[in-house]
């Protein structure tokens, strides 16, 4: 049993940052790929960005200099840091993690319940 906790997210303007932060915790024997998706409302769910176990990442075209995703391996965590939001980035944001089961050789998909990033003035 696994569950991964987002944490981070709030109302801001535009132009300003927040860091979302998302950890892994209970059975966790490892993390493979990890990555932050988000849902704007009437949208579907659409990829933000992703990093590998060995810290390979990708970004959607649409936040490409702007965001830097991150982990700490030791924590079991991954982090997004939003620079420069704009209106367009409201979204409920949604960590997902492939994790491996402890003393078991089932590698799982999770996904946290979300957190809110509202961009406004």
């Known amino acids: 049993q696994v569950q991964l906790v987002e944490s981070g997210g709030g109302l801001v303007q535009p132009g300003e940052s927040l860091r979302l932060s998302c950890a892994a915790s209970g059975r966790v024997f490892s993390v493979n790929d990890m990555g932050w998706y988000r849902q704007a409302p009437g949208k579907e769910r659409e990829l933000v960005a992703t990093i590998t176990s060995g810290g390979s990442t990708n970004y959607a075209d649409s936040v490409k200099g702007r965001f830097t995703i991150s982990r700490d391996n030791a924590k079991n965590t991954v982090y997004l840091q939003m620079n420069s939001l704009k209106p367009e980035d409201t979204a409920v944001y949604y960590c997902?993690?492939?994790?491996?089961?402890?003393?078991?050789?089932?590698?799982?998909?999770?996904w946290g319940k979300g957190t809110l990033v509202t961009v406004s003035s």
């Open positions: 997902n993690a492939f994790v491996k089961i402890f003393r078991t050789l089932r590698e799982l998909e999770y």
